[in-house]
């Protein structure tokens, strides 16, 4: 999929539930990143920066009876979700509030059915075993599972895939394709293609090679559906990029290769469609987030008891 010329028909911006999703997760990031600079948040944490439009795309796409499986760089994908930016920072900070009482932290939530793991590809034959009780319990029903590029380095996607296809589950795998696992580029250490390695397992394979949430949508659309009622696995491969660090300051990359992802953010692109309504809904989520960092910060520390 490319941005062709049919997408110039459409409004420069997506609806406005959309548009602040997409710039609440880049709000919150970018205030995450701050916290840490002045040292309030302890621990890790791996921002979605630049890819915050690959889970507000599927964010319709994916129903209350899914389950979905998120990774250590999954912020935006809990929001994308549930849209509950006081809980995930106060699970971040350790505040009260917490989605998880402040024990998961960034990479460790679990919320009805979303669940994240800083392990890589620890999450893959989990989504698969899901998928099967699905299949089995309540057909029409999804796993979907979110990985990168540089997880296809664990062995366990393999035989996830393998299973998933043998046994026809009804598994959706989204890898976020940012080109660089950590510090090392996906082109020195993967031999061949993401859609070479899924279609050797009989997985169907889409390349998503826009940032424009309404065409994604309605190309990922019909994809979506014959998971759920055909039992198919489909891998989505977003040619995405990461804008920030691999975490919070351990950017390897040369200065131009950020520079390009700069030029090539779709927050640059929506700001320049519509200067005037961008900046209106740019300057409401920042506030929000400002205020929400106010209050969370605030919150006395989150206290768990394990024997209570
Ligand atoms: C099993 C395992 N090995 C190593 C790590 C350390 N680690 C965390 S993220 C990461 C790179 C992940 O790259 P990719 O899958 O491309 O996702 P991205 O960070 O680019 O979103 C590594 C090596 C880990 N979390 N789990």
């Given at each position: 999929?490319?941005?062709?010329?049919?997408?110039?028909?459409?409004?420069?911006?997506?609806?406005?539930?959309?548009?602040?999703l997409?710039?609440?997760?880049?709000?919150?990031?970018?205030?995450?990143?701050d916290?840490?600079?002045?040292?309030?948040?302890?621990?890790?944490t791996?921002?979605c920066?630049?890819?915050?439009?690959?889970?507000?795309?599927?964010?319709?796409l994916?129903?209350?009876?899914?389950?979905?499986?998120?990774?250590?760089?999954?912020h935006?994908?809990?929001?994308?979700?549930?849209?509950d930016?006081?809980?995930?920072?106060?699970?971040i900070?350790?505040?009260?509030?917490?989605?998880?009482?402040?024990?998961?932290?960034?990479?460790?939530?679990f919320?009805?059915?979303?669940?994240?793991?800083?392990?890589?590809?620890?999450?893959?034959?989990?989504?698969?075993?899901?998928?099967?009780?699905?299949?089995?319990?309540?057909?029409?029903?999804?796993?979907?599972?979110?990985i990168?590029?540089?997880?296809?380095?664990?062995g366990?996607?393999?035989?996830?895939?393998?299973?998933?296809?043998?046994?026809r589950?009804?598994?959706?795998?989204?890898?976020?394709?940012?080109?660089?696992?950590?510090?090392?580029?996906?082109?020195?250490?993967?031999?061949?293609?993401?859609r070479g390695?899924?279609?050797?397992?009989?997985?169907?394979?889409?390349?998503?090679?826009?940032?424009?949430?309404?065409?994604?949508?309605e190309?990922l659309?019909?994809?979506?559906?014959?998971?759920?009622?055909?039992?198919?696995?489909?891998?989505?491969?977003?040619?995405?990029?990461?804008?920030?660090?691999?975490?919070?300051?351990?950017?390897?990359?040369?200065r131009?290769?950020?520079?390009?992802?700069?030029?090539h953010?779709?927050?640059?692109?929506l700001?320049?469609?519509?200067?005037?309504r961008?900046?209106?809904?740019?300057?409401?989520?920042?506030a929000?987030?400002?205020?929400?960092?106010?209050?969370?910060?605030?919150?006395?520390?989150?206290r768990?008891?394990?024997?209570?």
């Amino acid at each position: 999929m490319t941005e062709s010329s049919a997408v110039l028909a459409r409004p420069p911006l997506p609806d406005d539930g959309d548009l602040d999703l997409l710039l609440l997760i880049r709000h919150f990031e970018l205030a995450l990143l701050d916290l840490f600079g002045q040292g309030r948040i302890d621990g890790t944490t791996h921002t979605c920066l630049g890819q915050e439009y690959v889970p507000v795309s599927l964010r319709p796409l994916l129903g209350e009876t899914d389950y979905v499986f998120s990774n250590h760089r999954g912020h935006g994908h809990y929001l994308a979700r549930f849209e509950d930016p006081a809980g995930l920072l106060a699970e971040i900070m350790g505040r009260e509030g917490a989605v998880c009482r402040g024990v998961g932290g960034s990479q460790h939530i679990f919320r009805d059915r979303y669940m994240s793991t800083g392990v890589q590809g620890e999450s893959l034959p989990v989504a698969t075993g899901v998928a099967l009780h699905l299949k089995n319990t309540s057909p029409g029903s999804l796993a979907c599972v979110y990985i990168g590029d540089g997880t296809w380095g664990e062995g366990a996607v393999y035989e996830a895939l393998n299973i998933a296809s043998l046994w026809r589950l009804p598994l959706l795998v989204v890898v976020e394709h940012n080109g660089i696992a950590q510090s090392t580029p996906t082109a020195r250490q993967m031999a061949g293609t993401v859609r070479g390695r899924a279609e050797a397992f009989g997985a169907r394979h889409y390349r998503v090679d826009t940032s424009d949430v309404t065409l994604i949508r309605e190309e990922l659309a019909p994809l979506v559906s014959e998971v759920r009622l055909e039992n198919r696995p489909l891998v989505v491969e977003f040619a995405t990029q990461r804008l920030g660090p691999h975490s919070k300051g351990d950017d390897t990359r040369p200065r131009e290769v950020v520079r390009d992802a700069e030029a090539h953010d779709w927050y640059r692109r929506l700001a320049q469609a519509d200067p005037r309504r961008f900046a209106r809904a740019d300057e409401a989520q920042r506030a929000r987030v400002a205020a929400l960092v106010e209050e969370v910060c605030a919150r006395p520390q989150s206290r768990w008891d394990p024997c209570a």
